[in-house]
């Protein structure tokens, strides 16, 4: 009898882990004809679909059929191909692409319900369980490598996958339940572990991903424990996750990537499931000081859909400008500011009218398969308010460099030494950065200067050598990359920072901070122009990172006079160095303007003077 158990059990095995004992595959997913189809098929939220309609068969059929990764996504169409590995739970997030087209019951989806879609998506379930840590956590970067990242995300997409198939049903009810008790282990350990909270108090956007993954599990099935620990962590990261000059840490920093685009996903989910509640007020008010914060940082260009970004202070990823239509969140409802940065209904339906007509004009071509993000599945059927155009307008005339006149404005963190300083004067507006570095990205000093005319006309870029205002003595770096602590004065009165958000009395404002060992730096903002004064020892360069249009023009071919032509308005840079400026391409966009870098090479001094 044992030897019959035995041999049971081993054919068992080699079910699990090889498919069927008699090597019978799998059916394979079909390709989908969109010839078949129209663009008028898909309602307005779904015109981004048929990209995905039409290559899901080939990211369906890379789920492996058997072996030890049988129901692993093999294809690297979601994270970078080389952390594409059967150990990173971050690939089976697209589990959600397989669940929904499985549950989705429309008359473009021929995959509905598919036995072949069906059986991939329980494998791949299968292994999606055989990842997970006994605490509950996931990896992401090796094998055994758990972390935040890993374990939060899962949550977020499970929690959608979980909610298409409790409605659609159709799969295994013990492999459900299994999937369920998984989730829920990984909710827990995320709001229990102290460790990947302290971690999350820098990484904001990985903690608060694990958030919507449990208000889902919560609307499902509702439990006292799990709600008490989500409510206390939710008012905990209000304090510890958001500085008190309004941005979320990324990196222990700003960032204004991740906080416009991940953080602002994570918390529309959020949103969605809280709208009306009590609880939407904590997110609300955290939304509140954050657009705030956006509204000193990011400078609206006449006549554009841009906003140009003070992004020399960014600590993870490039974002040089955002589109008045990128903080794509349903909180304007609430938070009256927000309105300024998410797109009007009027400008909605214009754009949906523009993609339906570009997919009418190339279809049935959706273009070659590169991203397949389960993340544009996640949005799909959620809680959506949008401003009117008048609401919209309304809300950017309260933008304080277009409402006031003139100012001298201050946001202090508590978590780094850092300090952001804004000054608007009747006819520019410039920011200014001080503090210590969290990342070897940043770059302080200027970070922009803003002209009611003629727009953003500097702008100081991170991660660069070549595009960042300051000081280049002999290193590879200007000086304000490395920390920068200022002394400032307003009308010779030394200000004392303090953490949090006010306004500094009106005045003659002076900066002044150290060049390593090798010098000194004065700043004068004026009522019309800034005055620069640099002490160095030996041969230095001072680098002006301008931004221009195609249409713009810099006139560098006078001594001592650099001319910046733009919208009808003129700029001039006037210094007083021996040697001729020149100008310098970088291959840098923002927005729909290229930064070039005015270079002003001098030996022991050089004042110069921006006249606006």
Same mark, same amino acid.
């Given at each position: 009898?044992?030897?019959?158990?035995?041999?049971?059990?081993?054919?068992?095995?080699?079910?699990?882990?090889?498919?069927?004992?008699?090597?019978?595959?799998?059916?394979?997913?079909?390709?989908?004809?969109?010839?078949?189809?129209? #663009?008028?098929?898909?309602?307005?939220?779904?015109?981004?679909?048929?990209?995905?309609?039409?290559?899901?068969?080939?990211?369906?059929?890379?789920?492996?059929?058997?072996?030890?990764?049988?129901?692993?996504?093999?294809?690297?169409?979601?994270?970078? #191909?080389?952390?594409?590995?059967?150990?990173?739970?971050?690939?089976?997030?697209?589990?959600?692409?397989?669940?929904?087209?499985?549950?989705?019951?429309?008359?473009?989806?021929?995959?509905?319900?598919?036995?072949?879609?069906?059986?991939?998506?329980?494998?791949?379930?299968?292994?999606?369980?055989?990842?997970?840590?006994?605490?509950?956590?996931?990896?992401?970067?090796?094998?055994?490598?758990?972390?935040?990242?890993?374990?939060?995300?899962?949550?977020?997409?499970?929690?959608?996958?979980?909610?298409?198939?409790?409605?659609?049903?159709?799969?295994?009810?013990?492999?459900?339940?299994?999937?369920?008790?998984?989730?829920?282990?990984?909710?827990?350990?995320?709001?229990?572990? $102290?460790?990947?909270?302290?971690?999350?108090?820098?990484?904001?956007?990985?903690?608060?991903?694990?958030?919507?993954?449990?208000?889902?599990?919560?609307?499902?099935?509702?439990?006292?424990?799990?709600?008490?620990?989500?409510?206390?962590?939710?008012?905990?990261?209000?304090?510890?996750?958001?500085?008190?000059?309004?941005?979320?840490?990324?990196?222990?920093?700003?960032?204004?990537?991740?906080?416009?685009?991940?953080?602002?996903?994570?918390?529309?989910?959020?949103?969605?499931?809280?709208?009306?509640?009590?609880?939407?007020?904590?997110? $609300?008010?955290?939304?509140?000081?954050?657009?705030?914060?956006?509204?000193?940082?990011?400078?609206?260009?006449?006549?554009?859909?841009?906003?140009?970004?003070?992004?020399?202070?960014?600590?993870?990823?490039?974002?040089?400008?955002?589109?008045?239509?990128?903080?794509?969140?349903?909180?304007?409802?609430?938070?009256?500011?927000?309105?300024?940065?998410?797109?009007?209904?009027?400008?909605?339906?214009?754009?949906?009218?523009?993609?339906?007509?570009?997919?009418?004009?190339?279809?049935?071509?959706?273009?070659?398969?590169?991203?397949?993000?389960?993340?544009?599945?996640?949005?799909?059927?959620?809680?959506?308010?949008?401003?009117?155009?008048?609401?919209?307008?309304?809300?950017?005339?309260?933008?304080?460099?277009?409402?006031?006149?003139?100012?001298?404005?201050?946001?202090?963190?508590?978590?780094?030494?850092?300090?952001?300083?804004?000054?608007?004067?009747?006819?520019?507006?410039?920011?200014?950065?001080?503090?210590?570095?969290?990342?070897?990205?940043?770059?302080?000093?200027?970070?922009?200067?803003?002209? #009611?005319?003629?727009?953003?006309?500097?702008?100081?870029?991170?991660?660069?050598?070549?595009?960042?205002?300051?000081?280049?003595?002999?290193?590879?770096?200007?000086?304000?990359?490395?920390?920068?602590?200022?002394?400032?004065?307003?009308?010779?009165?030394?200000?004392?920072?303090?953490?949090?958000?006010?306004?500094?009395?009106?005045?003659?404002?002076?900066?002044?901070?150290?060049?390593?060992?090798?010098?000194?730096?004065?700043?004068?903002?004026?009522?019309?122009?800034?005055?620069?004064?640099?002490?160095?020892?030996?041969?230095?360069?001072?680098?002006?990172?301008?931004?221009?249009?195609?249409?713009?023009?810099?006139?560098?071919?006078?001594?001592?006079?650099?001319?910046?032509?733009?919208?009808?308005?003129?700029?001039?840079?006037?210094?007083?160095?021996?040697?001729?400026?020149?100008?310098?391409?970088?291959?840098?966009?923002?927005?729909?303007?290229?930064?070039?870098?005015?270079?002003?090479?001098?030996?022991?001094?050089?004042?110069?003077?921006?006249?606006?």
């Amino acid at each position: 009898m044992s030897k019959i158990v035995a041999f049971c059990s081993t054919l068992l095995l080699l079910a699990v882990i090889g498919g069927s004992v008699s090597g019978q595959s799998w059916p394979k997913v079909k390709d989908v004809d969109l010839s078949k189809l129209s #663009p008028n098929d898909f309602k307005d939220d779904e015109l981004d679909l048929p990209y995905y309609l039409k290559h899901f068969h080939t990211v369906a059929n890379s789920v492996i059929e058997s072996g030890p990764d049988k129901g692993y996504i093999s294809l690297a169409v979601w994270r970078r #191909p080389v952390d594409n590995k059967p150990y990173n739970a971050r690939i089976m997030e697209n589990i959600l692409s397989l669940a929904y087209f499985y549950a989705t019951d429309r008359p473009w989806n021929p995959y509905f319900k598919s036995e072949a879609v069906k059986v991939r998506m329980e494998a791949a379930l299968e292994f999606w369980l055989r990842m997970q840590h006994s605490s509950g956590k996931f990896s992401e970067y090796g094998p055994e490598k758990w972390n935040l990242a890993g374990t939060s995300f899962a949550t977020l997409c499970m929690g959608r996958t979980l909610e298409l198939l409790q409605k659609s049903g159709g799969i295994d009810a013990r492999l459900f339940n299994r999937v369920k008790a998984a989730q829920r282990k990984a909710i827990m350990f995320v709001l229990d572990d $102290e460790e990947v909270y302290e971690h999350g108090k820098n990484y904001t956007n990985q903690y608060t991903a694990s958030f919507p993954g449990a208000l889902a599990y919560l609307k499902m099935y509702p439990e006292k424990e799990m709600q008490d620990k989500f409510e206390r962590r939710l008012e905990q990261t209000g304090k510890d996750f958001q500085s008190p000059a309004g941005f979320f840490y990324e990196a222990g920093g700003t960032d204004h990537g991740y906080n416009m685009n991940t953080h602002h996903s994570n918390s529309r989910i959020m949103y969605d499931y809280t709208h009306g509640k009590p609880m939407a007020r904590a997110i $609300e008010k955290e939304e509140e000081k954050f657009v705030e914060w956006l509204a000193f940082n990011a400078v609206k260009e006449p006549g554009s859909k841009y906003f140009t970004l003070n992004r020399g202070t960014e600590t993870r990823t490039p974002a040089p400008v955002v589109a008045n239509y990128i903080v794509k969140s349903p909180l304007g409802e609430h938070v009256e500011l927000l309105r300024a940065f998410t797109p009007a209904k009027e400008e909605i339906t214009e754009n949906n009218r523009n993609k339906r007509k570009v997919l009418t004009e190339k279809w049935p071509d959706v273009g070659k398969l590169d991203t397949y993000s389960p993340t544009n599945l996640l949005h799909l059927n959620r809680y959506q308010w949008n401003p009117s155009k008048a609401q919209q307008a309304a809300a950017m005339r309260k933008l304080p460099y277009l409402s006031r006149e003139r100012f001298t404005h201050q946001r202090v963190d508590s978590k780094v030494p850092v300090v952001f300083t804004f000054v608007k004067r009747k006819n520019y507006y410039a920011a200014f950065n001080s503090g210590k570095v969290t990342s070897s990205r940043q770059r302080y000093g200027i970070g922009l200067l803003w002209d #009611p005319v003629a727009g953003t006309f500097l702008q100081s870029h991170a991660a660069t050598k070549d595009a960042a205002w300051g000081t280049k003595g002999p290193g590879d770096l200007v000086y304000e990359a490395k920390d920068l602590f200022a002394e400032m004065r307003i009308n010779g009165e030394r200000v004392n920072e303090a953490v949090g958000n006010r306004d500094l009395e009106l005045g003659v404002l002076t900066v002044h901070y150290p060049l390593g060992e090798a010098g000194k730096k004065e700043l004068t903002f004026q009522e019309n122009e800034i005055r620069v004064n640099v002490t160095h020892q030996a041969a230095f360069k001072e680098f002006l990172p301008l931004l221009v249009h195609a249409k713009d023009e810099i006139d560098i071919s006078r001594q001592g006079v650099v001319t910046i032509s733009k919208n009808g308005k003129q700029i001039e840079i006037v210094y007083d160095s021996p040697e001729m400026a020149t100008l310098q391409k970088t291959d840098i966009k923002s927005g729909d303007q290229d930064a070039v870098t005015i270079v002003i090479s001098a030996r022991d001094k050089l004042t110069y003077t921006i006249k606006m």
